[in-house]
Each structure stands twice: as structure tokens, then as C-alpha cells.
């Protein structure tokens, strides 16, 4: 391992070691306060406890306006369901696997911690020239992009910004897919059970989940909806009672994992055995390619004290509900071959003793298919008896081919490399759309290296394209001017 990477490594596993769930990043912005102190470099917060730490011009540079490298500070905190990891105390322990880097049954927080690991080795170099930077980290950016949302016109000067919340190396992002959150609520009653009742627990695992955006057009199977069509056959052949029912993990990655507490009459247990079978296997031979490790199980358990369960009706209601859903692409988009562009995921699912809430999450590149896609999920819901609310939503970044920003990144990456990027509109949500609508005149491009299987325990980062992102990074930093023009060499480094 070279110098470059071990260090940029290094901090990346500092990162690591600093617990950072969405919604729970206190402990790693003052991780970052303190970095900064330490390096002596100015540091601010905002409201909501966005960071961004000012890093003094190269000399020669001092006159430019800030560049703005931008990465949230938040993961996608997801373990497998044999893991003991504890997310909100215990540090991530990268482990080299060859060329990658992955974790132990969990998420590796690559997204977006070796962006911020990216940015602070560009910080800390002493011989890299550069205007002065802007280090802009957000929170809570994987839930909703709630961070972004909260900045204020005055917490950022410059007017060029560079993400690096990317997931391919050799690839630019120059526009991203809107998105909104629909919370389902559907009221629950619960009644007594007869007393020959047995309960068993029906388990879809072994998933491959993965990222609701970047994902969704592998049509890898939905553990929620594998689930609620199992549920569903039970009840046309037995007199299944639902207990209890939970699924998914956050809104934006596909459920590896759902289950349920059944109840059966003593008289349905021997057909109910039979129809799980019969369903794993037609679900194995759908999905060998896909899934295989899936499973669906059905365990006895012994009886819980005080259970009751919705009756046949409701929990035949709540099936429907789930199965009727929509869930993967709705639409391929006709000005971009190959790019997906509106898609749903039933996200989660939950319930208590007065109501079943399910999460589910849309995204487009179009507003009225966005729109579209949201009122059918409405109509499905309410034909239910359910009621329906809404998350604040983000726009669709749309792409800017004329970029002056996007030309001088193809240039660099060319001249550094001798091959040309691509460049891509994505179906995932970036900050860049928000910060676009916040910030006028912001020239923005998101890049960095590769991960594969985000926002699931198989995430893994490509360790030499860590390296190949730095080899642009540093050149492109060097030939900014006050208008955004090459100035200078861009040989590699």
C-alpha cells in the first residue's frame, strides 16, 4: 500500500471508529471540530449541526473564491441478522479482503465516510495547491437529506462544489432523481384467540438488499413483499391470524429481512407447513440468480401469555395492503437509455397495538411522474382504509451538459488518465439537488470512488480507486482560477 492511500485509509478508519447513524452524528462532528482544531483550521456549525471547516489557501491562491468539497456525515447503519454489533456504541473495524475493503456482517459506512476521509488528506497535504476549500459535511443526509435541507445562504461562500458522495469511479454525476417518503397509517383492532391456537414465526431472510435508488432495476427480491404474498397464500388456505409484522430497515435501502408472529387453529398447522415449502421453493428457483441465499421459515414458538391478533378479515386486509403496493421500477426514462425513471420501494413495516405503519419511497427525475407514482400510493392506501402523510420531498438535480465545471473535470481526468469519464445522470438522490436550490450559481459535479452493495452488510470500497479519485482530485484543486478556468499542470501526482 502507498503512502497516499495508507493515509487517506488511516483516516478512514478513524472515521470509522466513531459511531455516526443517521440522526446520531453529535459525536462525529466533534470528531471533525476537533480534527480541525488540531490542523488549526476554522471551524463553524449551523443549526442542525452541519459542519464546515475553512482550510486556508495555497500560496498564489489566496485571491480565489472557496471551492466547496462537499460529503454527509451520516451512514446507513445495516448488520445482518446474526451480528451483535451495537451501531451506537461499537467502532466499524475495516478489513481488507485484496483490492477491498469491507466490515464484519455490517455496513462499512464507505458512503460517505471515504468521502470525508477523501477530503481531510486533501486538507492535511502539504504540497497540493489549491484555492481555499470549503469542507461542507452534512447530517442526516441517508433519511431524507435533512442536513442539506437546513442550510442557510450565508454558511457556504464559494460557487464550484465538488461531491463526493459517488459510488464509481471514472464516472462524473451531473444530475439525480427527486424523491418523496409516503407514511402509511392503517388502524388496528385486536381480539382474543381461541384457545387451541399454536403461533409459529414466519422469516424471509437472506436477502441481498441493497441501495432503493442504484439498485432498484436488478429486481432483487423485496423481503416485505415476499412476506405479505406468502402471508397472503397462508390465508387463502388456512386460518392464518396476524400477531405481529416487521420489516425493512430505512427508506432507502431494499428489505433484506421481514417477519411475522402468525396465529394458527391446531387443525391449519400440518397445510400451513406444506404451503411454506411449496413457496420457498417456487421463490428460490424465481430468484437463483438473484437471491441465493433466501429463505422462508416457519418456527413454532411456545405460546405468548396474554396474545391476541387481528382477526381473519383484518389481517387478510393487511396482506392485500402490502401486496397491492408497488414496489421497483415504474418507469425507464425515454431521453436517457438504460437510466430508471421513477421507482418505488416498500421501504418498512411496523405495527403496534393501534396501527400498521409502512413506509414506502419514491423517487424520479420527473416531477409529475414523481407526483404520479405518490397519488397511486395514496389511492392504494385509502381503498384500504388507511390515511397517508408525506416527507418535505427533494428535487431532481437536472443536468447542466454546458457546465464549465463538468468540461474542466473531463479535461483533467482525461489528460491525468488518457481515457475519458463517463458521465451520468443517476436514479439516487444527491445533495447536490438541494444545495443547487439553495445555493444560485452553484457549479456542482459529484465523483469518488467505487463501493459496491451500499447500504447493506456487503458494502465494500475498491481500495485502488481510492487512489484514482486522489490522482484527479489533486490536479483539478491545482487548475482552478476565479473563473473556473485551467491554470497550471495537470499531471498526475
Known amino acids: ?72 456525515m451520516d451512514m446507513v447503519c445495516e448488520k445482518t441478522q ?56 452534512t447530517v442526516d443526509e441517508e433519511t431524507g437529506l435533512t442536513g442539506a435541507n437546513a442550510l442557510t445562504p450565508d454558511f457556504i461562500t464559494g460557487k464550484i462544489l465538488l461531491n463526493v458522495d459517488s459510488e464509481d469511479e471514472g464516472v462524473f454525476i451531473v444530475g439525480c432523481a427527486g424523491g418523496l417518503n409516503t407514511t402509511i397509517g392503517l388502524p388496528l383492532e385486536f381480539s382474543t ?6 403461533f409459529f414465526k414466519l422469516v424471509v431472510d437472506g436477502l441481498s438488499g441493497g441501495h432503493s435508488g442504484i439498485d432498484i432495476d436488478e429486481k432483487r427480491a423485496n423481503a416485505i413483499k415476499m412476506l405479505a404474498a406468502t402471508l397472503q397464500s397462508l390465508s387463502h388456505e388456512t386460518d392464518v391470524r396476524l400477531v405481529d409484522l416487521k420489516g425493512g430497515s430505512a427508506h432507502n435501502a431494499i428489505p433484506r429481512y421481514a417477519e411475522a408472529l402468525v ?72 431521453e436517457t437509455p438504460g437510466l430508471v425513471e421513477t421507482s418505488s420501494n416498500l421501504a418498512t413495516v411496523s405495527m403496534n397495538a393501534e396501527r400498521l405503519t409502512v413506509l414506502t419511497s419514491q423517487r424520479s427525475s420527473s416531477d409529475p411522474a414523481l407526483k404520479n407514482i405518490t397519488e397511486k400510493i395514496t389511492s392504494i392506501s385509502k381503498d384500504f382504509g388507511a390515511n397517508c402523510s408525506y416527507g418535505s420531498g427533494y428535487p431532481a438535480w437536472q443536468p447542466d ?35 443547487g436550490s439553495k445555493y444560485d450559481g452553484m457549479d456542482m459535479i459529484s465523483f469518488g470512488p467505487t463501493i459496491k452493495n451500499p447500504h447493506s452488510p456487503d458494502e465494500r470500497l475498491h481500495i485502488p480507486s481510492v487512489r484514482k479519485v486522489w490522482d484527479f482530485m489533486i490536479p483539478l484543486l491545482s487548475s482552478f482560477d476565479d473563473k ?10
Open 1 to 72: 500500500m502507498d503512502e497516499v492511500i495508507e493515509k487517506i485509509i488511516t483516516i478512514f478508519t478513524d472515521i470509522s471508529s466513531v459511531p455516526r447513524c443517521s440522526g446520531n452524528e453529535e459525536r462525529i462532528a466533534m470528531w471533525l471540530k476537533e480534527w480541525a482544531l488540531c490542523h488549526g483550521f476554522s471551524v463553524k456549525f449551523d443549526s442542525v449541526n452541519n459542519i464546515v471547516i475553512g482550510i486556508p489557501a495555497s500560496k498564489g491562491y489566496e485571491d480565489l473564491l472557496p471551492v466547496v468539497i462537499q460529503g454527509h
Open 82 to 137: 446474526a451480528s451483535e454489533h451495537d451501531f451506537s456504541t461499537d467502532p466499524i473495524i475495516p478489513i481488507f479482503d485484496g483490492e477491498w475493503l469491507r466490515a464484519q456482517d455490517t455496513t462499512l459506512g464507505a458512503d460517505n465516510g471515504i468521502g470525508i476521509a477523501l477530503a481531510l488528506a486533501v486538507a492535511e497535504d502539504k504540497s497540493s495547491e489549491h484555492p481555499p476549500l470549503e469542507l461542507l459535511f
Open 193 to 198: 384467540l381461541p384457545d387451541d391456537t399454536i
Open 263 to 334: 396465529a394458527f387453529s391446531g387443525r391449519s398447522r400440518k397445510r400451513a407447513i406444506s404451503i411454506i415449502s411449496d413457496l420457498e421453493d417456487k421463490a428460490r428457483s424465481e430468484y437463483s440468480d438473484l437471491e441465493p441465499s433466501l429463505s422462508i421459515t416457519l418456527k413454532s414458538i411456545e405460546e405468548i401469555s396474554g396474545s391476541k391478533a387481528l382477526d381473519e378479515t383484518l389481517s387478510e386486509k393487511v396482506f392485500s395492503l402490502l401486496s397491492s403496493l408497488p414496489h421497483g421500477v415504474v418507469s425507464m426514462s425515454r
Open 401 to 435: 451538459m454546458d457546465s464549465p465545471l463538468l468540461q474542466q473535470c473531463r479535461e483533467i481526468y482525461s489528460d491525468v488518465f488518457g481515457q475519458n469519464p463517463e458521465i451520468e445522470v443517476i436514479h439516487a438522490g444527491l445533495e447536490c439537488a438541494v444545495i
Open 484 to 493: 473556473s478556468k485551467f491554470r497550471g499542470s495537470s499531471k498526475k501526482t
